[in-house]
């Protein structure tokens, strides 16, 4: 069920980089309310967290990006087919232990987390689903339809 889910949402952010190559660039990479402040980085920065998460769960080093060298849609399809690559060999091969597995993590003000792969993959995808709808309010705030994202209607 969760690489369905990923599966979904891969599909649903390659229809958003379709979507932002019918706006200007302007648009694209316009400050916003919300998300990472535009379309463009808000699009990165998912990709960002998905790959940062599932390099620590497989014990691999972390990518380190600068958002602001993120200037084009080509550079985040890029890094979205790296990533989307990865986290597929990812789930394949553990696809067993997720339920056996944690990640020892330090937050911000020092305490250390255990925390299950599977809550940890849970997190990606509802993280992207939640950026998805950041998207579709600014889209709407243009006055374009959002990229329609209806589980129900999709073949994954």
């Not at 960002?48 to 998460?53: K, N, R, T, V």
């Not at 255990?114 to 243009?142: D, M, N």
């Amino acid at each position: 069920m969760l690489t369905e889910l990923f599966q979904y949402n891969w599909q649903i952010r390659d229809e958003w980089m379709q979507w932002c190559r019918e706006i200007s660039y302007e648009e694209l990479v316009k400050k916003r309310i919300g998300g990472m402040g535009s379309f463009l980085h808000t699009l990165f920065h998912v990709i960002d967290c998905e790959q940062l998460w599932v390099n620590q769960m497989w014990g691999k080093s972390v990518i380190v990006k600068d958002i602001e060298t993120i200037k084009s849609l080509d550079d985040v399809k890029l890094y979205a087919s790296a990533t989307c690559a990865n986290t597929m060999l990812f789930l394949d091969e553990h696809r067993e232990n997720f339920e056996d597995k944690t990640l020892l993590i330090k937050t911000r003000n020092g305490d250390k987390l255990i925390l299950p792969h599977k809550k940890i993959l849970q997190h990606i995808i509802t993280h992207e689903v939640h950026h998805i709808g950041q998207l579709s309010i600014w889209a709407r705030e243009l006055g374009v339809a959002p990229v329609h994202s209806d589980l129900l209607t999709r073949d994954l």
